[in-house]
């Protein structure tokens, strides 16, 4: 213990080097931030290092021009629902996939791999002509449809080793005492699972809310979520003041901010980490 | 752990065959409508995609031939765009996890800030490719705060082009990136057993001796998981090629192609695009962690010896 002390207090080339990096990349983090929050309130544009005078229009303009509550309404909508859905059908696919061996495993356990490792815009693009096939493009069923492909496979990944951490010999002692299928779920298995839960769906979550190219493809005017009115917007460059863009951005900053923060109340990331290792 | 737990389920499922249809137990139904999704939205698209790239206007592989010939509609240079994207996101996922698997090390222990240097590293996941984008033409763009420094002091003559090419690219995906790896790193460095580096320092092991013989070859596997999956991240990513930087030049990647194909309603260009996406990444994935099963044994036994 002391002599692990020690060695840290001493002042090694490696470790200095390590620990410059780390603060040139929270000052240049610092500095971005910094940059695009103070020209979301710039009045004008100037050739000065600080902006002349101060303004919060852009704020009241992403209200107006982006009508802002129909984007969060429709991305909150789309993230809950996915959300809900993933969960419904992750928790009893884990639960199998996690307690039973059965011949063509393996091979199920590549069909919710495959999601993770390949480009999304591999299986977007023909998945997006499917849903126009289906006439789902522009509404929010077909935002969810898109988003739930890459998110069931994330959430059953998740939660299998939540599920490896419940001792079967639980389960069975509530058999045992009569208890069916699916009291064994409600009442033995949902509470234990909790923490898997709150993970996997914090998780999916975040990633829905930022997922750009599925939703990308399959959107429309009716049906926009904050990521990709943001795209659209920062696209057309000449014809929306970068000042706009910015608040907009500041904007979206918010959202995923007060969504992790939230979040991060129920699960502590590394405390879920501590866990599984034990 | 899992073979103290494999009996158990042997038992327990045996005893549910018998239960119930013989042969297999009910609880497999739990399987069923997962698969089913996937099969239907997943495996179903895939399939259509490969078998609607093999339909261009020129016979079976037409798309294929075009592609590798620079024909497509809307973009000239398709071919090289495989090796740019190739570039971007193998520098990207080098850097990231280069840069997170000392600082993740160094942290694994109590440190003081530690919560506080966390959260700050953490912030990129909530600003999103436009905010960051914004960000580096604020900071670095020809009329940014770095130029303007630059030409005041007089190191530059005119504003040095940090945006709008591959540099500018790749410093937003490290900025959107690092956290992950980070993340992640830590998690696998506070893995590691603190007793096997302080029986190594009894033994006589200096710091980088520690480092190389026991914590490497320890967070190794951690370290391969990071890296690749940080590379799926970089290698799929279009908004910040054409935010920050030109994609109808030197940061054109391969899926800015396969979307401006679709949207151009080129469905068979599209798909080949996309086909070729999957397989030029699965190949980069395949390399890594076939290297990493060569180098993981040599690492292994020069710890015990």
Redo the contacts between chains.
């Keep these: 213990m002391t002599a692990d002390t020690a060695v840290r207090r001493r002042i090694t080339l490696t470790g200095a080097v390590t620990w410059t990096g780390l603060w040139a990349f929270i000052g240049g983090l610092l500095i971005a931030v910094t940059a695009v929050v103070l020209s979301s309130f710039t009045q004008q544009l100037s050739s000065g290092w600080l902006p002349g005078a101060l303004t919060t229009k852009w704020y009241s303009g992403a209200w107006s021009y982006f009508d802002l509550p129909s984007l969060l309404t429709t991305t909150l909508l789309v993230a809950l629902a996915v959300v809900a859905l993933s969960l419904l059908v992750a928790v009893p696919t884990a639960f199998a996939l996690s307690r039973l061996s059965f011949p063509g495993k393996r091979l199920v356990m590549l069909l919710f791999l495959v999601p993770q490792v390949i480009p999304t815009m591999s299986y977007a693009v023909p998945l997006a002509t499917l849903v126009y096939q289906l006439r789902l493009n522009d509404t929010v069923p077909g935002l969810v449809l898109v988003n739930l492909v890459p998110s069931l496979p994330f959430a059953v990944l998740v939660l299998i080793p939540f599920v490896d951490q419940i001792d079967p010999r639980v389960e069975q002692a509530a058999r045992v005492f009569g208890a069916g299928t699916r009291q064994v779920f409600v009442r033995i298995l949902a509470p234990l699972m909790v923490p898997g839960l709150l993970a996997a769906g914090v998780l999916t979550l975040v990633r829905v809310v930022g997922q750009f190219e599925l939703t990308f493809l399959v959107a429309g005017p009716n049906s926009q979520t904050i990521v990709v009115a943001l795209f659209g917007a920062s696209l057309q460059a000449g014809q929306l003041p970068s000042q706009q863009i910015d608040a907009m951005a500041v904007i979206y900053m918010l959202t995923t901010l007060v969504l992790l923060l939230i979040a991060l109340r129920f699960v502590d990331p590394t405390s879920v980490a501590a866990r599984t290792r034990r | 752990m ?1 073979a103290a ?1 494999a009996p ?3 038992a ?2 045996g005893r549910r065959a018998r239960a119930g249809t013989p042969g ?5 139904w ?2 069923v ?3 089913l ?3 239907l ?6 399939c ?2 490969v078998g ?1 790239s093999f339909q261009g206007e020129g016979g079976p592989f037409s798309a294929y031939a075009d592609f590798f010939a620079d024909r497509f509609v809307s973009d000239h240079g398709s071919r090289e765009s495989i090796l740019v994207t190739l570039r971007l996101a193998l520098a990207a996922s080098l850097i990231n996890v280069g ?1 997170a698997l ?2 993740a090390y ?1 942290m694994r ?1 109590p440190i003081r800030g530690k919560r506080i ?1 966390t959260a ?2 953490l ?17 670095l763009g020809p ?3 770095i130029n ?1 420094a630059l030409l005041a002091v007089g190191l530059a003559d005119e504003p040095v082009a940090l945006t709008g090419n591959f540099t500018g690219v790749l410093l937003s995906l490290v ?1 959107s990136g ?1 956290p992950f790896s980070f ?1 992640l790193m ?2 696998y460095a ?2 590691v057993d ?1 007793s096997l580096e ?1 029986a190594a ?1 009894v033994l006589g092991a200096g ?1 980088r001796a520690r480092f190389r013989l026991i914590a490497l070859p320890l967070l190794l596997p951690g370290l391969t998981i990071t890296f ?1 999956l940080s590379f ?1 991240l970089a ?2 990513v ?2 910040s090629a ?2 920050v930087g030109n994609d109808a030049g030197p940061t054109r990647v ?2 800015k192609i ?2 401006t194909e ?1 949207a151009n309603a080129q ?1 068979a260009t ?2 080949a695009t ?2 070729i ?2 397989v030029v ?2 190949a980069v ?1 395949g390399l890594v962690l076939a290297l990493r099963s060569r180098l993981y044994r040599g690492s292994t036994a020069g710890g015990k010896g």
């Design positions: 899992s737990v158990e389920r042997a327990g499922s297999i137990s009910p609880v497999l739990l399987v409508p997962g698969v999704f996937m099969l939205f997943f495996v179903y698209p895939l259509y995609g609607l840069a000392p600082i160094r222990g240097i700050t590293v912030i990129p996941m909530t600003l999103g490719t436009v905010f960051v984008a914004s960000a580096m033409n604020n900071v009329a940014g705060w303007k900025i690092f993340l830590l998690g506070s893995g603190p302080q320092a710091p690749c799926v290698f799929g279009f908004p054409t935010l391969l899926s396969a979307y679709y469905y599209a798909s996309a086909v996406m999957a990444q699965l994935l």
